[in-house]
């Protein structure tokens, strides 16, 4: 299942690269606000459950981790959990993101 | 009409007719078969998380950690590149499209220095994306909170 939804959330993004002036940053930040606004319509989880890192792998799964982490600390500690959620949800990620993203820069350079 | 407007309009028309199109077709096939593979691979990383004691919650984060170490890993190499020539979306919409998003131009600017070079451009695409996704994220946050 993973394969199949992951595979289809990747389609949706070519169509969108293909069929409109989109560029790839543009999708990606569309994915992931849309993941972040499906989550938090409670629409984002279900498709968790059936597909599991086939929801989380791809960005929408990135706004999906930003608004659960946000409403469990809201859960936790009221209005300030606003401020704490999305970032600790994500932090392993983006803690990874801008280490790896850094000594790879560093490490190689561009081909040709 | 004016002549000079005819003019515009069939060059137009014509331009329409000669751009070259996206094979539309095979570009969705490839993004599907890439992406699906991708998060494939995150499910086996996610799994095997899972057997060595994280709950399937708590597995996320470091499954994505090991993702976005390919994903730069194989931008610095170049090989990830070549497969996004293919794949499309299918390599661009998975986190591993993410880390190279971050990697591709820290190299490429690598030249202007470290600090307004790799610091800046890591985050050409990357910032927006957490920019837009945090602030979305604390928006429905604050809209939840305000429902009680």
């Known amino acids: ?73 809201i859960g936790k500690y009221g209005f300030w959990g606003i401020f704490s959620g999305a970032l600790r949800a994500t932090a392993t990620g983006l803690s990874a993101a801008i280490a790896f993203g850094f000594i790879m820069a560093v490490l190689f350079n561009p081909k040709g | ?51 060595i004691g994280f709950s399937k919650k708590d597995a996320g984060g470091p499954t994505s950690a090991v993702l976005i170490f390919l994903g730069a890993f194989f931008t610095g190499l ?19 499209g993410f880390a190279n998003s971050i990697v591709a131009p820290a190299m490429e600017w690598k030249r202007e220095g470290y600090v307004f070079g790799v610091g800046a451009k890591m985050f050409t695409i990357a910032g927006p994306v957490i920019v837009y996704g945090t602030v979305t994220a604390m928006l429905v946050g604050f809209i939840r909170w305000l429902m009680g």
């Open chain 1, 1 to 73: 299942m993973a394969f199949v939804i992951g595979g289809l959330i990747c389609v949706i993004g070519q169509l969108l690269m293909d069929l409109t002036p989109l560029t790839p940053a543009h999708v990606l930040v569309l994915f992931v606000v849309s993941g972040a606004i499906l989550s938090g319509m409670g629409l984002y989880q279900p498709l968790v459950e059936l597909a599991g890192a086939g929801a989380t792998v791809p960005l929408p799964g990135f706004g999906h981790s930003l608004v659960s982490g946000t409403l469990e600390d």
């Open chain 2, 78 to 96: 170049g090989v990830y590149d070549e497969l996004g020539r293919l794949a499309g979306a299918g390599s661009i919409v998975p986190i591993t």
């Open chain 2, 1 to 51: 009409m004016t002549i000079k407007e005819k003019e515009k309009q069939n060059y137009q028309e014509r331009f329409n007719q000669v751009k070259p199109k996206p094979p539309i077709f095979k570009n969705i096939i490839w993004a599907f078969i890439i992406g699906g593979l991708i998060c494939t691979l995150g499910q086996y990383i996610q799994d095997y998380f899972v057997s």
